[in-house]
């Protein structure tokens, strides 16, 4: 995955990321991490097929720079097809992130 802070034209490093897994019982912890200096973060975690989600903290990101903002954290989530897709392919997903809004898609 991959920020990029708008506003500042630049990668949003040191935003804290967890992706979790929809089971039964909820939603499980997979693993987190925070973006580096390029706004990347890449997971280490085995994929299977089904629902995870992505959560970014920006309030944290926005506050350590004295930016005021909307959205306290950013939740994207998403699904991890079966047999639909061709196996073991790639997800990359970018988060475009400014203090009022954000945007996403399923990247290459």
Do not use: C, K
């Amino acid at each position: 995955m991959h920020v990029l802070d708008a506003t500042a034209g630049t990668p949003a490093a040191g935003v804290q990321v967890s992706l979790s897994f929809r089971a039964a019982g909820g939603w499980l912890p997979v693993e987190s991490g925070e973006t580096g200096p390029d706004g990347r973060h890449r997971f280490g975690a085995a994929t299977e097929a089904g629902v995870y989600r992505l959560t970014f903290g920006t309030g944290r990101y926005f506050a350590a720079r004295g930016v005021a903002t909307f959205y306290p954290e950013v939740t994207i989530t998403f699904t991890v097809p079966g047999e639909a897709w061709p196996a073991g392919g790639h997800y990359h997903v970018p988060l475009l992130l400014s203090p009022f809004g954000y945007s996403t898609y399923r990247g290459s």
